[in-house]
């Protein structure tokens, strides 16, 4: 199996490249070391940064190739490249305080008119994550083998979707992980992101691979579906780490 034609790879976090919450493993860190080396890499995610520098930038060696790494949380509503030795934010679409209260009233509203409150919650429901709100029907921190019997259909979240939605019609409402709805501004969803990453970087859509769990429609990575790029649908993170030591192999 060869590297991939595009100039570009970009990875799903949760359920493509580790577990949810959790960090990248060791085998992990070394295949996208040698990735690094060869390709450049983006990392998309609607996790906020300290997710990301907990899951993935500490897992690093130092001496990798991170300037060919570009990380996105937020759903891509932000923009991390390392320069001169250090993490840069390039960009972030922060709310205003007015737009949070607003979105966090409607969601509270909304949340408690369809889910009960879980007999135990794991840590924080709703996070401000700066350019997206989430809300984590478990808690932010909720193991995961809960969070996978929790909502199988993502009928619990459809309910109050259902609500929510046409009470925050000027934004982006659409869920997120096993647990989750993530709330951005208008139009700012992962194809937002892939596409900032592609102008930032002055590539074609066309020269981006886009690997990860949840390509299905109804899926948070549908968007890159949508764009038409050129797509791999994985398991899980073993899936990847074999995908990825075949095009390295």
Known sequence: MALPTESLIMFDLDGTL????MP???EMSKALALLFAKKR???I???AWQQFQKEVVTQLSSDSALENLFL???SGTCLYDRKENMWKNEYEE?????EKETIIKALRQAVENNLPIPEQVYGERIEDRGSQITFSALGQEAPLAVKETWDKDQAKRKLVLKELTPALLQYEVRMGGTTSIDITKKGEDKSYGIKKLAAYLMIPLADILYVGD???EGGNDYAAKELGLHCIQVKNEKETLSLINGWLA
């Open 24 to 26: 990248i493993t060791k």
């Open 18 to 21: 580790a577990e949810s919450k």
């Open 214 to 216: 949840a390509l299905y």
């Open 45 to 47: 995610s609607g996790g």
């Open 41 to 43: 890499v983006a990392i």
């Open 72 to 74: 996105m949380p937020a």
């Open 94 to 98: 922060k709310f205003t305080p007015e």
